[in-house]
């Protein structure tokens, strides 16, 4: 691997965009067995690449380039006040545990949140395959972030973790506890795992500022944004574009 990319890289087909139907999709995918592992991933993760189950890909679409990765500096991460709230609605009785190792209980809550939150999308209907080859990787050291709600699981944060860096890779939770802003909870729960390990970024995958359900990428502050291959700060007081 050179200072920018890889030596070896594929270009996907084109297929249309699960996030902005009126555009086509088209993926770098990286074909260097070398770079399959926590420490080159992690340079590949600042060059705005990602991963999907064991491949690792980067948007590289022929007319959009809305796709911009989007990661929060850790150290100086500072919960704003509504993001306080929602963590201290989490009383004695939740509890957030970090796993090492996949449970039992993982994939009928996986099951229960494509089906219930996602059915008009491309992951559903859901089956353990598609879980596994999306979200779990042979070469990549695995964290689980989960919150239990007395003895019930009621979210995993599937997180990589990597020398520098954690990034999140997907969250599934049980739809019946969505008031309490779940989504939110769990990115706050990584951010203070990284802090504790002393890794100064947590990646958060793309954000697409026309799609509404990814704007929330950007209310984790202080972060960055990569735009044309520059790692550039987020001003969270910019006027957020309309859906």
């Known amino acids: 691997m050179n200072e920018h990319f890889p030596s070896k890289i594929g270009l996907s087909q084109q297929f249309s965009c699960s996030y902005l139907p009126e555009q ?7 074909l260097d067995p070398n770079c399959y592992s926590p420490d080159r991933f992690e340079q590949l993760l600042a060059l705005g690449f990602r991963r999907s189950g064991d491949q690792i890909y ?8 809305a796709c911009q990765s989007v990661r929060v500096l ?3 991460f500072k919960p704003s006040r509504s993001q306080k709230r929602k963590r201290n609605k989490l009383k004695q009785d939740y509890q957030l545990i970090i796993s090492h190792q996949e449970r039992p209980e993982y994939y009928p809550l996986y099951e229960k949140y494509i089906s219930l939150r996602h ?6 209907p859901p089956n353990r395959l598609q879980y596994e080859s999306f979200l779990f ?26 020398p520098y860096s954690l990034s999140a890779i997907y969250t599934f939770f049980d739809p019946e506890y969505e008031s309490l802003s779940i989504g939110t909870i769990m990115i706050m729960a990584q951010l203070e795992q990284a802090a504790k390990q002393n ?20 209310q984790f502050v202080p972060a960055q944004k990569l735009v044309k291959d520059i790692w550039q700060n987020i001003d969270p007081d910019a006027p957020q574009p309309c859906a």
């Not at 059915?119 to 559903?124: A, H, K, P, T």
């Not at 070469?139 to 944060?157: G, P, R, S, T």
């Open 24 to 30: 086509k999709e088209q993926l770098l995918v990286i």
């Open 58 to 65: 980067r948007p590289h679409c022929p007319a959009c380039s």
């Open 74 to 76: 850790t150290q100086e």
């Open 119 to 124: 059915s008009d999308g491309s992951m559903y």
């Open 137 to 162: 990787c042979r070469w990549m050291n695995i964290v689980f972030i989960e919150l239990w709600h007395k003895d019930k699981l009621i979210a995993v944060a599937v997180t990589d973790s990597m």
């Open 199 to 218: 890794k100064p970024y947590l990646y958060l995958g793309y954000q697409i500022d026309e799609c509404k359900k990814m704007r929330y990428k950007t």
